[in-house]
């Protein structure tokens, strides 16, 4: 659609979906949406012709940027082949995705349960999990989300899941790797990880021989973008091991590249009984995500049902888009292109919270990163919401995602140091809004 710079034109859009249609984790009369009508790249316009750079990657998921031509074109070809497949059915495009998710997941995880996006992805996973083991109990960590789905809101730990409990039982929460914030008061110099001696004792309290399997984020997302110390995910793996607990990493945000690995566990050559992933699989181009099981899990429905169904399980346009999305990766280094700027902004952000007073602690690994804002930085007491400095940076034409007192740099995996400083820029002259805030 061609850019149309009439006003009467972006408010009847927005008057439109406003009218009709529901907006998530929204009051609804407080919706101001963004009439987007075209992206290329790492931007995207208005109706107005606005350009927005999208430092956020729409929603943690437009990994290869804005209309790849060469995702657009598997998508059009699979639409004049065949657009639409019974899940019972063979595919080509579902078995080269397939295989191709194989040869790049970690260890002996090898076949995967296609569904529409992340929170099926868990559900489904949370199902074979119980399956696999005959028991019951889920572990998953406070600062957590897993998505809004019955199972999956469960599984989640933060906030959003207290307003639709009652929710799925059997889900058992323990706390996080968050260095910044230690929840036992040790500091990184004092610390001897009782956030993983922390995981034992649970698990003991809970019933070893009860737990199916635990539950975590490669790298935590929205709450706070916590990247866990290099010895975590590695003593978390020994624990599930020794009492028969699968270990599920939840890859929808930190998966595809965005850590500058396929997937974050694979910083700390960790390889997980499952995988469950979507977002990047396909860059958001088409709904799309996984369950990715090892071998024996996969042998262990040679002769035993399989309680999963969906209707567009393995869809047909979905897949094809997942293998050119893929692809795209591989032919346009995305991950060693996350690796190389993700250093160059690492040094920016920590150069930025020498310079601010609000910037009380950056945290980054690849292209996901995230600073948090606060007024004091020895009280660590947070500015929550960021209402203000949202405003700027939308009037600005940066559009990135904010959580609390969390401002979340996390741009397609195309970009240039330019591009990112282009960015950045706009961020730092918004934390004088932040700095005014902070305690003398």
């Not at 009467?8 to 987007?36: D, L």
């Not at 595919?91 to 970690?106: D, V």
């Not at 990163?369 to 004091?376: H, R, T």
Request: with cysteine; proline share 5%; glycine share 8%.
């Amino acid at each position: 659609m061609a850019l149309q710079n009439d006003n009467q034109y972006s408010r009847q859009i927005v008057e439109k979906n406003k009218e009709y249609t529901f907006f998530s984790w929204s009051v609804q009369s407080a919706v101001n949406p963004i009439p987007m009508v075209k992206a290329q790249g790492i931007y995207f316009w208005d109706a107005d012709g606005k350009r927005y750079l999208d430092f956020s990657s729409q929603l943690m998921n437009m990994n290869v940027g804005h209309q790849h031509p060469k995702v657009v074109r598997a998508i059009q070809e699979q639409a004049g082949t065949l657009s639409y497949a019974h899940p019972g059915v063979a595919t080509e495009p579902r078995g080269l995705l397939g295989e191709k998710i194989a040869q790049i997941s970690p260890g002996n995880l090898k076949k995967s349960f296609f569904c529409l996006g992340g929170a099926e992805a868990n559900e489904n996973a949370i199902k074979i999990a119980r399956f696999y083991t005959g028991r019951h109990k889920i572990m998953a960590r406070y600062r957590s989300y897993h998505g809004a789905t019955h199972g999956a809101i469960a599984l989640t730990g933060d906030y959003r899941r207290l307003p639709v409990e009652p929710a799925m039982p059997g889900v058992v929460h323990f706390l996080d790797p968050y260095c910044y914030r230690c929840p036992f008061g040790w500091t990184k110099d004092s610390c001897h990880r009782e956030c993983i001696s922390h995981v034992e004792e649970i698990i003991q309290y809970e019933g070893p021989d009860q737990i199916a399997a635990i539950f975590m984020e490669g790298v935590t997302g929205s709450n706070g973008l916590i990247v866990p110390p290099d010895d975590y995910w590695p003593r978390v793996r020994e624990i599930c091991t020794k009492n028969g607990i699968l270990l599920v990493s939840d890859e929808v945000m930190s998966g595809w590249g965005r850590t500058g690995k396929w997937f974050a566990v694979d910083h700390w050559n960790v390889v997980p009984d499952m995988i469950t992933t979507a977002k990047g699989i396909t860059s958001g181009y088409v709904p799309l995500g996984a369950v990715i099981v090892s071998e024996p899990i996969a042998d262990f429905f040679n002769d035993r049902m399989l309680y999963c169904g969906l209707t567009y399980s393995g869809h047909p346009l979905a897949c094809a888009a997942g293998i050119a999305t893929i692809e795209a990766y591989e032919e346009d280094a995305l991950l060693e292109n996350a690796t190389q700027v993700g250093k160059y902004l690492g040094a920016r952000l920590e150069a930025i919270k020498n310079a601010h007073a609000s910037v009380g602690d950056v945290r980054y690994i690849g292209l996901f990163s995230a600073l948090e804002i606060v007024s004091n930085k020895l009280t660590k007491s947070p500015v929550d919401p960021l209402v203000e400095t949202a405003k700027y940076l939308k009037a600005n034409g940066l559009f990135t995602f904010n959580f609390h007192n969390i401002l979340f740099v996390v741009p397609p995996l195309c970009i240039t140091t330019e591009q990112l400083d282009e960015g950045l820029s706009i961020i730092e002259r918004s934390l004088a809004i932040t700095d005014a805030l902070c305690e003398a």
